[in-house]
C-alpha cells in the first residue's frame, strides 16, 4: 500500500469566493487559500494558527488586507478597463473612418500598443501623468525618438477611448 502524501489536504473550509482555510497532514496550523484574479492564481500563507475559529478570523483579515494591497489602478471590472473601451472603439469606427486601420494599428502592437499598456487599467485611473509616462516609454524603446505627431495620434486614440467611457458616465471629465 502506498504512503499517503504529506501535503495531502485533510480538512478544508471555504469561506467565501475565492477564500477558503485548510490543514494539510504535516502540519498543525491552518493554511490560508485566496484567489488572486488579477495573477489568475491562488496564494497560500499559514495561518499560525491551530484553532479553526481563529484561523477563519485571521483569514478574512488578510484577505482584506491583501485585496487592498493589490494594484489598485486595475481594473476590478473588465467593464470600466481601457481593453474594454478601445475593443468598443475599434467596433463603432469599424468601415466608417480611413483613420481605423491606423487607429487598430497603435491600438494593438504587441510591444508598445495602447493596449498592451493600459489594457487592464481602470478608465478612472488613467491620468495625465500616466500618458506622459506611456509616452516616454515609447521613446525609451526605440534608438530614435519619435516624432511629436506619431506621439500626437497615440494620445488622440486615448481621448478617443476615454471619450466613450465619458459618454457612458464612467467618467466626468475627460
Request: net charge positive; hydrophobic share 35%.
Amino acid at each position: 500500500m502506498a504512503k499517503d502524501s504529506e501535503n495531502r489536504i485533510t480538512t478544508i473550509k471555504h469561506l467565501r469566493k475565492g477564500l477558503a482555510i485548510y490543514k494539510i497532514a504535516r502540519s498543525p496550523y491552518y493554511y490560508i487559500r485566496i484567489r488572486d484574479p488579477l495573477a489568475g492564481k491562488y496564494v497560500s500563507r499559514s495561518s499560525k494558527e491551530t484553532s479553526r475559529l481563529e484561523a477563519i478570523e485571521v483569514a478574512y483579515e488578510f484577505a482584506d488586507s491583501y485585496r487592498s494591497k493589490a494594484n489598485s489602478d486595475h481594473a476590478q471590472k473588465k467593464a470600466t478597463s481601457f481593453e474594454h473601451y478601445a475593443k468598443k472603439l475599434m467596433g463603432i469606427q469599424k468601415g466608417k473612418s480611413k483613420w481605423s486601420d491606423g487607429d487598430n494599428k497603435l491600438l494593438n502592437r504587441s510591444k508598445d500598443g495602447l493596449i498592451c499598456y493600459f489594457g487592464k487599467y481602470d478608465v478612472t485611473k488613467i491620468t495625465t501623468g500616466k500618458v506622459r509616462d506611456y509616452l516616454i516609454h515609447l521613446d525609451g524603446n526605440r534608438p530614435k525618438r519619435l516624432a511629436e505627431s506619431t506621439k500626437a495620434k497615440h494620445t488622440i486614440i486615448i481621448r478617443k477611448v476615454l471619450t466613450l467611457a465619458v459618454e457612458d458616465g464612467i467618467l466626468n471629465v475627460l
